[in-house]
């Protein structure tokens, strides 16, 4: 399979790839890992008439330590993060998300930013960044702008990002308590639910992925915590679960549910 | 667009349409069809390479994004007719049946002994995720990576 005829230019700067975004409007793409954008563009379900390749921009694939938060380039790939002593040591439950996600071959290429901006409602960061309260920075032409990680995620394959924007980095806080828990599909290795939990002191927060078209904070399940896993019964309170054939509205209910209390037992 | 890529240790220059992915650059104009491709869209790993050392789809890679970058592919495991004892492994294990999934598999094997020297049957299981066997011979194929282990670490 071959995509539909495409330009393609590797750019050096933040500001060369807005650039291109401003001039070549919805007909350009973002190239990052392009472990979902290449698959779309040889299905011919994608058919961007410019690709943009932000993969060698310099200092967009690093992990530091800023006070008490830690901010990950949108250009680390999954392996990276997962491999990475500082997410390890401060903020383990995002390496368990990146672990899980696809395969060897799929963690050495994808990255962090390219997922989130894809927003697959099957793919794991959702729930990790919802839990962790992250903060998506975002660059475009009118400048600098941080999104808070609940009000980033809009529907299927849909963010808050506009046209000419980017994603530079994320800043996520330090994590003592988090876990995330995933059941997979089995072909795909993609989340048919996914559940993250931040606990800190007696409250803690959920996050939701697989289980809707947007993932969400399960603010019904946090305002019931008790600290016993009780509350997992209200995973689905006023969601819009979804249904396909890997896993009926019913039966991905349920699974919400299993899957919050595995997360809140943790 | 014209790209330089080191492919087996060599150093390779072409003029290639963006379109086209790094298996069909390998296949199609150096004519090494070793890498296979079955899904073309990233799932079953026969078209497994590493890039600067790592596993990677070429299928799901376009010739392009690899400008600059060292590629080796499973012509380029053995070294002066010798086969690489990863290589050898599967040969010495019956890991393969119908061949086809085979490079995907030394290539991505590559990878978990890497990052691993000494990995455990459930590793080694978890490390070949993303590439399929349809003759269903996962058994020796594990075996065979756990053999490559041995030979490897002396």
Redesign the interface.
Known sequence: ????????I?VGSVSEAINMLEKHGDEAKI?AG??SL??A???RLSRPEM?I?I?GISGMDTISEDDDEIVVGANCTH?AIA?SELVNSQLNILAQTAKCI?????R??GTIGGSLAHADPASDYPATILACDAKIEVEGKSGKRTIDATDFFLGIFTTALTEDELITAIRFPKVVNGSYHKFFQS???FAVVGVAAVKEGDSVKVGVTGVSGTPYRATAVENAYDGTSSAASHAVDDVDVMSDHFAGEEYRSHLAKVMVKKALEA | ?NITVTINGEEHSHDV?????LA?YLRETLDLTGTHIGC????C?AC?VT?DG????AC???A??V?GCEVTTIEGMAQNGQMHPIQEAFKENHGLQCGFCTPGMVM?AV??LK?NPNPSEEEIRH?L???FCRCTGYHNIVKSIQHAAEKING
């Open positions: 399979m071959i995509p539909a005829k495409f330009d393609y590797k190239l392009g472990h290449i698959p563009m040889k299905l690709l390749d993969s392996s491999s696809g395969d060897i071959q799929v050495n290429r072909a795909s290795r | 667009m349409e963006p379109r086209i992915s069909q073309d869209t990233s799932g790993g497994t890039v790592a596993a990677a789809k799901t890679l376009l392009v994004q400008d991505t990878d978990i990052n490390g995720e993303g590439n």
